[in-house]
């Protein structure tokens, strides 16, 4: 149901059930959120990939729980509270970076899952679908509410959730929904190569996370003031300092080299 390799500093955690397209059945979702919880505890990572196996990401809440409930309104209240809740705020306070690398089919609450992360890189062949609203007359759920309309704005977040309409991994390179689209081919080793550049500086990836995030509903004095607070708190980090004085020294800035 799920699966967990290390790769250096980066954890690879698969979402194993192929033969269902690895939708999520609440005791997936229970299991990777204590993974998530396990790896951020762990000295020796320093990311995390999340992708499906098979042809699929995802696709989205496994069916056959709700089929069968006895009382469906208060299964599914219980799992959201329970369940789904937990899992989508321990995603996003990860204290380890996290890449999504969506390998196929991203659908209903796999798309809140994906979102979440820090980093999105699509196959080409993958797309995201919200079927909640159409055809299923509920309503998106896992966070993608709440991440959709900061990432694609309010008209393409409710086009999409309203329409159940597909959005092929190029228009989310496109709309700004995913980081990057690349050659099914290149996935893996395109998300491996971006979450071992993650793993290098963990801490400063999750403060500019926290950062960002808090940017959508702070006035700019605010934020002003939380950038000032997390930027010395990072440069009190001895091995910040020491690279700080290694560009320094050599008369040089980061990236700016042809």
Known sequence: MLRTEIAGRVAVVTLDRPERLNALSWELMNRLRKEFESLGARADVGAIVLTGAGRAFSAGADLRDFAASEDLPAEVAHHLAATMAPLAEVVQALPLP???????????????????????????????????????????????????GRVVGRARAMGMSLTGERVPAERAERWGMIWRCVDDAELRDQALATARGLAAAPAAVVATRALLDAGFAATLRHQLDFEARHQSARFADPAVAAVVERFAAAGDRPGTRR
């Open 98 to 148: 996290l890449v999504a690398a969506v390998n196929g089919p991203c659908a209903g609450g796999a798309v809140g899952l994906a979102l979440l992360a820090d980093v999105v890189i699509a196959a080409r062949s993958a797309y995201f679908l919200l079927p909640q609203v159409v055809p299923l007359g509920g309503v998106p759920d896992l966070g993608a509410t709440w991440v959709l």
